[in-house]
């Protein structure tokens, strides 16, 4: 039994056009820098031979002195593989940053900055379950060679860096 006077609400109608829009945090230095590092990687893995995935993977695990070189080759080859869908990377030159690569240099800044809870979540957005844990082997050791190739020297290191005293 309703009664339609008792009904009084003014009902607001919804535009999807009125959505405001997503606006674009301006990102830090470091960041497009681990950015433009990892584009240059991106593209240099391309042009490469592929070995086997999971023979790369062993051999970079046995070797401590494995090269960011060799570290991105095997992860860009396993992102190709294991992702739920294709990446977007764009040139060096590019100003714009792709969901993607935002993806990916957030997932490396989480490695180095240990918060793993934050790494899996990440790599769970992009890459599917069986390819987790060696893709994330692979991103550690790129997070721990980019991101501390990327730092800017502390003033302990400026005292030993030749060419950084200050005088």
Known sequence: MTDDSLVTGTVIPFSRETALPREESP???RTLALIGALR???RRTQ???WEEFDHACF???SDRNTGNERYSAAFFQGVQMFALRRLKFYTAKSQAVSEDEMWLARLLLALHSQDHTSARYLMALRI???GHRRLMF???GLAAGLCT???PPTGR???TTPGLSSQ
């Open 27 to 29: 990102l830090d230095e």
């Open 47 to 49: 042009l490469t031979r």
């Open 59 to 61: 051999l970079i695990a």
């Open 128 to 130: 599917a379950a069986p």
């Open 138 to 140: 692979l991103a550690q």
């Open 157 to 159: 290191d400026r005292e």
């Open 149 to 151: 190739e990327l730092s």
């Open 40 to 42: 240059r990687l991106w």
